[in-house]
Structures are given as C-alpha cells and as structure tokens.
C-alpha cells in the first residue's frame, strides 16, 4: 500500500510561476525524498530531507518537513516548460529492517505551459 | 561514472511466459531495488538486495523473484506472467547504507499479452 499521499494530483502552471506540491505520510520515517520522472522514464533524484530537518534547498527547489503533521511540500520556483514532470515523494520507514525500500506516494503530475 | 543500466527496455510476452529482466547498479553500489509501477497501483517495491542476499521484501506473489551476483548486477524474473504484470519494472541502486538516495535506471517496460 502507497505510504503517501500527493496533493494535487495534477497541476497545469504558466511559466515563470510557481509550483507548490504536498505530500503526507503515514508512519514514522528516516527520511524522505523527492523524484521526478518524466513521460514515464526513470526517476531522478531531487532531494532528500532527513527526519530532524525542517527545510532544504536546491535550487531552484525549496522543500520542508513538518514531521508534527506528518507532511512535506515541494516548491519549484520560477517554473520552466522543461520542469513539466510527474514528482514523487518517497519515505523510508524509521526501521532497520526497511533498508532499502522506499514507499512512494501517487505523485503530482506538472504542467509548465510556454 | 556510468549511471544504472537495465535492460532490455522494452518487452512484450504472453501469458503464461516468464521473463528475466536484467539490472547493471553503478560502480561502487551493493544494494540492487526493484519496483514495479503501474498507474493503477504506482510505484511498489519489489524487493532489495545487498551483497547477493535479499533484503527485503514487497508484497508480490512468489512468481517474482530476484538475485544478485558477485557483481552486483541484478536480475528480476517473473514466471507464468500475467496480462496485470504488464508495467514499467524500475531497478535502484544505492551505495547500501539505511534508507539514502537511491539511483534509478530507465525501466523496463513490459507488456504482457
């Protein structure tokens, strides 16, 4: 079963906007990660926030951790027609025993229109 | 360095078949992960292997299986397929180390008919 879950489910943004994603999760975690994957390629890294951090940048990539509520947001600023995307968050279980295994959430399908 | 390699990329199968799909982590990497996604079900963990032992385990029936070489190359194998395991079958590798980044291949897409 899918550990998190993704708000919105799709996203269509003019570029130059902003683009906000949120995911929640379930259970306590490590870690937690977000990909992108495009057109139904592989999923590439973008960053990875541990439990007993907040906030962190990359970027143009701004994510936090609200490990209270269980949730963490994505924002891509000043969006580009290439960050046009699905993302993905994904946990790892705070459990010796998951190592290796991460649980994604349904993902945020982004449009960056032209 | 070289990044993960499956393949084939693309495959099509008719029920009953198996299949063998084939995963080459970076240099370095010992943990091999695969997931399966489809757009129903998303992305689901398979399993894990590090050092040739399985580490872990998704929730998929016995008809999938995995090993890993010496090499840490990693081959997944589905026996009498299904047309539900049509998907995009996704291989990781990571260095092995608890729940770190993890470095994906293109897929395999499979389509079982």
């Known amino acids: 079963s899918q550990q998190g879950e993704e708000d919105p489910q799709a996203l269509s943004i003019q570029e130059g906007e902003n683009a906000t994603m949120n995911c929640s999760y379930k259970?306590?975690?490590?870690?937690l990660q977000w990909y992108r994957q495009n057109s139904g390629r592989g999923l590439v890294h973008l960053i990875l926030?541990?439990?007993?951090?907040r906030e962190k940048h990359s970027g143009r990539l701004r994510v936090t951790l609200d490990t209270s509520k269980k949730s963490s947001s994505l924002l891509i600023t000043a969006s580009r027609a290439a960050d046009t995307a699905s993302y993905f968050c994904a946990t790892g279980r705070a459990t010796s025993s998951n190592t290796g295994k991460l649980i994604f959430g349904q993902g945020t399908t982004l449009q960056v229109k032209p | 360095k070289a990044g993960v390699t499956q393949t084939p990329r693309y495959l099509i199968k008719t029920r009953g078949q198996q299949v063998t799909l084939s995963c080459s982590p970076i240099s370095g990497h010992r943990s091999v992960s695969w997931y399966q996604q489809t757009p129903g079900q998303g992305l689901q963990f398979l399993f894990e292997?590090?050092?040739?032992?399985?580490?872990n385990k998704g929730n998929f029936p016995g008809r999938f299986s995995g090993r890993q070489f010496s090499n840490s190359r990693s081959e997944m194998n589905v026996s009498t397929l299904e047309l539900g395991d049509s998907a995009l079958y996704l291989c990781?590798?990571?260095?092995?180390?608890?729940?770190?980044?993890?470095?994906f291949g293109p897929g395999t897409r499979l389509l079982v008919l």
């Open positions: 259970t306590s975690i490590n870690n």
């Open positions: 990781a590798s990571s260095l092995g180390q608890e729940q770190e980044t993890q470095y």
């Open positions: 926030i541990r439990s007993n951090e």
């Open positions: 292997y590090f050092s040739e032992t399985q580490r």
